[in-house]
C-alpha cells in the first residue's frame, strides 16, 4: 500500500494490495483459497469496524441512513436483475455467477457468497475488479472533465 501511495496510484489503500495479490497470484505464490475461519473473523472485524462508527447516531440518523440505503440497493439489485437476465439469455453466464457478478455489494462479500453459492469465483471476482478500477481510475478523471467544464462555464458568466 505505501508503495502504491508513493506512486501516486489513486485508491492506493485498495490497488496496492490487489496489484500485489494480483502478482503473487499469477507467479504461483498464491494458490489456494483462505481458510472460512479467515474468512469469518475478517467479516467479524469489518462488522465491528462499521458498526462502532455509528456510536452516537441517533435514531433518526439511522432510520433516515437505512431507508436510503434500501432504496439505493433495491435499485441496484433491480438494475443486476436486469443484467443478470441480458446475460443468462445472451449465454455468457449462468444465473447466480450473472447476478453475483452485477449485484451491488463489495468484492469481498459477493466473493465470499460466489464461495458458499459454489459459483465460478473467478468470474465474480474479474467483474467486481474491473468495476473497482474503473471507479477507482475513473471517479478522477470524471472529476476533472465537470471541474473543466464548470470552471469553462463560470468563467463565460464573469464580466
Known sequence: MEGAERAGLFGAAILGPLIVAAILSLTGVLHLRPPREAMWA???????????????????????????????????????????????????????EGFLSFAPGGQAEMSMLAIIAGADLGFV??????????VILGAPLVARWFMGFSGRHNKGNQP
Open 125 to 134: 471476482v474479474i467483474h467486481h475488479l474491473i468495476r473497482i478500477l474503473v
Open 42 to 96: 475478517a467479516q467479524f472485524f469489518i462488522g465491528v469496524g462499521i458498526g462502532v462508527s455509528y456510536v452516537g447516531v441517533t435514531l433518526r440518523e439511522l432510520r433516515d441512513t437505512v431507508a436510503g440505503g434500501t432504496a439505493f440497493v433495491l435499485i441496484l439489485a433491480a438494475l443486476a436483475a436486469i443484467v443478470t437476465e441480458t446475460v443468462t439469455l445472451t449465454g455468457i453466464a449462468p444465473p447466480v
